[in-house]
């Protein structure tokens, strides 16, 4: 059986454009892209008037929309909603759920935008037993691990990436000159 490549490749072609297409739609559609993480969690002891000591627990969750496009009706649950500050300052609402739980909603988040949400309550209640889960009416949140690390300056990254692409033109040529001695 004789295989037609020129057929083969008539009807192949247009077929990996399409999936390509489509692939690169989809990840370069104008769309809201919301990150979550939790910033810093702090139990501090401070004095009460009378001498006692109390345990004063907080923590911060940043909510960004890293897309190009508004995020509407972003909603952060909670299994309990203590006292909380956003920053910046945001419009935001409180709803009420049918099991008890609480969402803070906020209408809209523009694109390249991040808040902070700040919490305070006491003990026995902990970090893990408030927040529940952060979306939108364009979907779920993606949960990042974060770290602060040292940013360098803007010279020595450019520095590191004339030596990145150095080693790859040279491991380039290296392999062309491989493939010049095989065959």
């Given at each position: 059986?004789?295989?037609?490549?020129?057929?083969?490749?008539?009807?192949?072609?247009?077929?990996?454009?399409?999936?390509?297409?489509?692939?690169?739609?989809?990840?370069?559609?104008?769309?809201p892209?919301?990150?979550?993480?939790?910033?810093q969690?702090?139990?501090?002891y401070?004095?009460?008037?009378?001498?006692?000591?109390?345990?004063?627990?907080?923590?911060?969750?940043?909510?960004?929309?890293?897309?190009?496009?508004?995020?509407?009706?972003?909603?952060?649950?909670?299994?309990?909603?203590?006292?909380?500050?956003?920053?910046?300052?945001?419009?935001?609402?409180?709803?009420?759920?049918?099991?008890?739980?609480?969402?803070i909603?906020?209408?809209t988040?523009?694109?390249?935008?991040?808040?902070?949400?700040?919490?305070?309550?006491?003990?026995?209640?902990?970090?893990?037993?408030?927040?529940?889960?952060?979306?939108?009416?364009?979907?779920?949140?993606?949960?990042?691990?974060?770290?602060?690390?040292?940013?360098?300056?803007?010279?020595?990254?450019?520095?590191?990436?004339?030596?990145?692409?150095?080693?790859?033109?040279?491991?380039?040529?290296?392999?062309?000159?491989?493939?010049?001695?095989?065959?």
């Amino acid at each position: 059986m004789h295989i037609n490549w020129d057929l083969v490749a008539k009807i192949a072609i247009p077929l990996i454009t399409l999936v390509l297409g489509i692939i690169l739609n989809k990840w370069f559609e104008d769309r809201p892209k919301l990150i979550s993480y939790i910033s810093q969690t702090f139990g501090i002891y401070t004095k009460t008037p009378n001498g006692g000591n109390l345990m004063v627990h907080t923590h911060s969750v940043v909510v960004g929309n890293v897309g190009r496009k508004s995020a509407t009706d972003v909603r952060l649950g909670h299994s309990e909603l203590p006292a909380f500050q956003i920053l910046p300052s945001i419009d935001h609402s409180v709803k009420d759920l049918p099991d008890g739980s609480k969402e803070i909603v906020i209408p809209t988040l523009v694109p390249k935008k991040q808040i902070t949400i700040n919490y305070l309550y006491f003990p026995p209640l902990t970090f893990n037993q408030i927040n529940t889960y952060t979306e939108s009416d364009q979907g779920s949140a993606r949960i990042v691990n974060m770290q602060l690390t040292r940013q360098y300056s803007p010279r020595l990254i450019k520095a590191m990436l004339l030596v990145f692409l150095l080693g790859l033109g040279t491991l380039g040529y290296l392999l062309i000159m491989a493939i010049k001695v095989v065959f």
